[in-house]
């Protein structure tokens, strides 16, 4: 088969369409035919030699894809060969054939064509995760989300409104702000104009944010804070602006606030599975009556990988960004 390899790490360039073995699925395992992948920003890290794959995982990057079953490995149930499916992956979105374990796989939702299912489970495994099951957003709570024409963005946006909850954003144009607008967001910021601290504050009469989607890290961490509600919770999900940041804890412990941070990737198989299934459960059937839905800037042919990370790196697309066979 092919794949996209990473011969060196590097820039864009980097990046080569080479002929590779083919997976062979084993124990709880099958093999898919992929029919798109997505690009995520943990993909421009491992390219760039920051971010390897974990032990015993495909070497080629792609943390999502969607395809058609081809082969079982033993001991799965449940799927059949021919079945159409998205799923979470550790790597190896990049290519032709993948072998996914069993629990990471996802039916395509209704409503939903094949390619357009590549760019759902990542992003919704991540929202779903962390803002519901690490940092519990409940119905009239407030949500902000920094990124959020992001493809994590576009998707915390209409899952934290199908629950009613009211939905802040951060956006670095006019033009990103009004496609947040369009998929629910309340309160519209531009980072670049704004201070978000402030808007927050205004917004919601002093009280601040219940729960933060932050994809900066460090640069964000002590103004985050000051824009958590009493007994609000930050969700540390991305280090666009660093590692490393102050934390007050004086500051913290005034609001009675939370702070976790944490990645999908290297999570335990039986962990992954079970967010999996929990996105199955919660969140499908709202793409089923058409409450969500993927929102995709552009599909290119997945050999052109490198022209997709250039768009990613330049922060001007809005949703995500597909790679077709």
């Given amino acids: 088969m092919n794949a996209i390899t990473i011969p060196e790490p590097g820039g864009p360039e980097a990046l080569v369409w080479a002929e590779v073995p083919e997976p062979v699925p084993g124990e709880g395992e099958v093999l898919v035919e992929v029919a798109a992948g997505a690009v995520n920003r943990a993909d421009l890290l491992q390219r760039q030699g920051f971010y390897d794959p974990p032990p015993g995982s495909s070497p080629y990057p792609g943390l999502e894809c969607s395809g058609r079953i081809t082969a079982l490995g033993p001991n799965v149930s449940g799927w059949a060969v021919g079945d159409e499916v998205c799923a979470l992956l550790a790597g190896g979105g990049y290519a032709e054939q993948v072998v996914v374990p069993s629990g990471q796989l996802l039916p395509v939702p209704e409503g939903v064509d094949l390619v357009t299912a590549a760019a759902l489970p990542e992003a919704v495994c991540t929202v779903w995760s962390n803002v519901f099951m690490v940092a519990h957003l409940r119905p009239g709570d407030t949500l902000l989300i920094h990124g959020g024409s992001s493809g994590i963005g576009t998707m915390a946006i209409q899952l934290a409104k199908a629950i009613g909850a009211r939905v802040a954003v951060t956006a670095g144009s006019a033009e990103k702000l009004e496609r947040c607008r369009e998929l629910g967001a309340d309160i519209l910021i531009d980072y670049h104009e704004q201070d978000f601290v402030e808007e927050l504050r205004k917004a919601t009469d002093g009280k601040g944010a219940d729960v933060i989607l932050d994809i900066v890290g460090a640069k964000y961490l002590s103004r985050n804070v000051k824009a958590l509600a009493v007994s609000g919770r930050l969700a540390v999900i991305g280090m666009q602006g660093g590692r490393k940041g102050e934390l007050d804890l ?66 001007g697309h809005i949703g995500k960004i597909l790679l077709t066979v």
């Fill in 250 to 315: 004086g500051a913290l412990l005034a609001k009675r606030g939370a702070v976790t941070a944490t990645s999908l990737r290297g999570r335990p198989l039986s962990e992954k599975a079970a967010i999996v299934a929990a996105v199955r459960e919660h969140v499908w059937p709202l793409i089923a009556n058409g409450r969500v839905r993927p929102v995709v800037d552009r599909a290119l042919p997945m050999r052109d990988a490198a022209e997709a990370h250039r768009v990613l790196e330049e922060s």
